[in-house]
């Protein structure tokens, strides 16, 4: 018999999700909801409930009024626990940190994280003071809690209000708790396939001064993955009307990333919010990318080349800015109205990044 863990199961049903159900309609009306609400909860309780975790159900009784369903909330937990429930479906956060507390089973600040742990978020710690947002780890990088990273999926994105990926830091302030529900060793039949659906995607009209780069990199992929989905033969040549399908698998956030870059580099310190900010725009005016330039600010510059399709094809991205690299550069910033010197600094890093 072929085994697998349930957490692996919980990452694979919520990776199929990602960059779909637009207001996550599918999540609070299976929760109980007649219409929308935060519902961040609901998509990381519908991820759990559908990989089968044996998890108390704080779905609501729609006779009761909003007092009398939060005492019962209150007491349906203290039964949980005693009935060795293993995680939690519920439309809050708290109501999470409250049960998987009382279980033991959040991480202490010493402890690596892991995929499927539950990450509860406190935007605000100063005026909040406790979590409102929640994600689901999908894989982890770093063997240390100091220079762990963590890829996380989170339903309610603020950014596009659908499932969507975030990376942040073990240590960011921004973590309000990690919590690791009881997974279990189950039998994996073959039958149902968790994995994304790789024929969903949006379609896009070319309109008059768009770019096959900038399609793609403004939907968080990169021009030779719309290449490919669309059998485009020249991706120089795109046409006014011509619809371009983008598929939502494989998206991934490239200001998150270069915030990601601009931290392992040593430039800043800055919170993985996915969104270009004064610090990132303070932090991205010192980090100059040029000929000699090592590590991870290397290694992301040389990624954004190729995502533009600018060929690196001897060295690809080694993390070593050499000639290969300087010349790509120069092509690019020709190309996009920019000095072309060969350097990537601030004015670079904004275009490239589609920053206004």
């Given at each position: ?30 929760y109980g909801f007649p219409s929308r609400v935060e519902w961040c909860a609901c998509f990381t309780s519908w991820c ?113 209000d659908n499932v969507g990926r975030r990376t942040i830091s073990r240590t960011s302030s921004l973590i309000g708790v ?158 996009h109205d920019l000095i072309a010197d060969g350097i990537i600094g601030l004015n670079t890093w904004k275009r490239m990044?589609?920053?206004?």
């Amino acid at each position: 018999m072929v085994t697998t863990n349930q957490a692996d199961v919980v990452v694979s049903i919520a990776r199929g999700e990602v960059g779909r159900n637009l207001g996550g309609s599918k999540y609070w009306s299976w929760y109980g909801f007649p219409s929308r609400v935060e519902w961040c909860a609901c998509f990381t309780s519908w991820c759990l409930h559908t990989a089968g975790v044996n998890c108390g159900d704080l779905r609501p009784n729609r006779n009761l009024t909003t007092n009398e369903q939060d005492a019962k909330d209150s007491t349906d937990i203290t039964q949980f626990i005693s009935e060795g429930r293993d995680a939690l479906i519920s439309k809050g956060c708290m109501q999470m940190k409250d049960f998987y507390n009382r279980k033991n089973c959040i991480l202490s600040s010493s402890q690596l994280a892991k995929a499927g742990d539950i990450v509860l978020y406190d935007w605000d710690p100063e005026y909040y003071n406790d979590v409102d947002h929640v994600g689901i780890v999908e894989w982890v990088e770093g063997s240390s809690v100091s220079t762990q990273v963590l890829h996380v999926i989170e339903g309610n994105m603020s950014t596009t209000d659908n499932v969507g990926r975030r990376t942040i830091s073990r240590t960011s302030s921004l973590i309000g708790v990690i919590c690791r529900p009881t997974y279990r060793m189950v039998e994996d039949n073959g039958e149902i396939e968790f994995g994304p659906d790789e024929s969903y995607y949006e379609e896009y009209i070319v309109t008059y001064g768009d770019t096959l780069g900038e399609i793609a990199i403004s939907h968080g992929l990169t021009v030779d993955e719309v290449v490919a989905y669309n059998s485009i033969t020249n991706a120089n040549v795109i046409t006014v009307g011509q619809v371009i399908k983008l598929p939502y698998n494989g998206r991934r956030s490239w200001i998150g990333e270069f915030q990601q870059a601009i931290n392992s580099a040593g430039i800043a310190t800055l919170t993985i919010t996915d969104i270009w900010d004064s610090s990132t725009e303070s932090a991205a005016a010192n980090a100059i990318v040029q000929s000699g330039t090592t590590g991870a600010m290397a290694v992301f510059a040389q990624r954004m080349l190729m995502a533009y399709a600018y060929a690196l094809p001897q060295y690809g991205a080694d993390g070593d800015f050499g000639s290969e690299s300087v010349s790509a550069t120069i092509s690019y910033q020709n190309d996009h109205d920019l000095i072309a010197d060969g350097i990537i600094g601030l004015n670079t890093w904004k275009r490239m990044l589609l920053v206004d």
